[in-house]
């Protein structure tokens, strides 16, 4: 095989790993909005979607990453595209991550669906909308390379923990002023904790398509209200 054909075969390999890529994002994207849904409908058969649909993001996730290491072993990419693979391998466990939390939202609304509401649900599924978009403009800004998509998504991050202390500070007075609604309010809690978990995933999605497209790692969200 010549040199040209070699390239020419490297870059549909990495064309497919991408398209993989983009795909496994595009699963967890569902994941989170069925989740959201559920919550919202009350609808435990929905969650329990969501929780089938982990087993598609962790195929690609191992499927990638032996892609990835095939690559890396037998192609020898050049520097860009080097970063490019070893930021997908980073970038799809962030992703992965983020699809364990929609799933882990998806167990509280199993739970919830068995008590009574204490409240209209509101500022959770605006977080999540939030987090949504954040979703789709990082994977935008995979595939373009568009830098000032990810500042955008790194703006929304602010708002994500904005609606993420308002919902503490609201369930915690809750639970004071009812203490027998204090294991739906924990649930809702973790609801919102997750939300905000998955888009500190994805603002570090963010900071790898950075490192792809100018060879410089560097931390580009503020630090969350939570501390892990």
Known sequence: MTTSEIRKSFATDLA????D???????????LSQS?????KGDPSLAREVERMDDI??????DIESKSLHLLALQQPMARDLRTIAGALKIITD???AGDYAVDISKAVERLAAQPPIKPIVDIPKMGAIVQEMLSETLTAFMTRDLNLVQQMIDHDEEVDQLYRKILSDLTAFIRQDTSITESAIDLIMVARYLERMADHITNIGERIHYMETGMLREL??????TS
Not at 221 to 226: L, N, R
């Open 21 to 31: 890529l983009s795909t496994m994002a595009d699963v967890v994207g569902r994941m």
């Open 57 to 62: 993001v962790d195929r690609y996730n191992l």
């Open 36 to 40: 959201i849904q559920a919550l919202i």
């Open 16 to 19: 497919i790993l991408l398209g």
């Open 221 to 226: 969200h503020k630090s969350s209200p939570s």
């Open 95 to 97: 992703i992965e991550r």
